[in-house]
């Protein structure tokens, strides 16, 4: 048998580092080097524990454990005020990204629109469709 602290202590622990955390997750990344390039050296890896979490069948394990209704309640207590901020921190990158999306459209050439829909379909929304496509695989 092993023995642990048990679980009062450990959450007590846990709450304990809430008011470090944020200061030594600061310390961490500044202290962090060729993050990006590491994490491009690492994709083969990254495929390979991806594959094994689908086989494993391990998001459906976890979405098993919890419901609709967890998921409501700590979206409307956590995520709901964390949204407003990371969207005003995440203004420049937003600019950034929609600024590519926006040129694609704008250089993508449609046909003129006419009675039948399903042209329109076709000499209208799939090119935006393939360029957009291929836009986001470049």
């Known amino acids: 048998m092993v023995n642990t602290k048990g679980l009062e202590a450990t959450r007590k622990n846990w709450e304990g580092a809430i008011s470090r955390v944020p200061g030594a997750y600061q310390k961490g990344i500044?202290?962090?080097?060729?993050?990006?390039?590491?994490?491009?050296?690492?994709?083969?890896?990254?495929?390979?524990?991806?594959?094994?979490?689908?086989?494993?069948?391990?998001?459906?394990?976890?979405?098993?454990?919890?419901?609709?209704?967890?998921?409501?309640?700590?979206a409307q207590e956590v995520g709901a005020a964390r949204i407003g901020p990371g969207m005003t921190a995440a203004k420049e990158k937003y600019s950034r990204g929609m600024s590519d999306v926006l040129a694609t459209i704008e250089a993508t050439t449609i046909a003129p629109r006419v009675a039948d829909p399903e042209a329109n379909v076709d000499g209208r929304v799939k090119p935006l469709v393939r360029n957009l496509y291929n836009m986001k695989r470049k």
């Not at 991806?50 to 209704?69: D, G, I, M, P």
Request: glycine share 2%; hydrophobic share 40%.
């Open 30 to 74: 500044a202290g962090a080097n060729n993050t990006i390039e590491n994490a491009i050296a690492a994709e083969d890896l990254y495929a390979a524990r991806v594959t094994e979490a689908v086989a494993n069948q391990s998001r459906k394990k976890a979405l098993e454990k919890t419901s609709t209704a967890e998921w409501k309640k700590r």
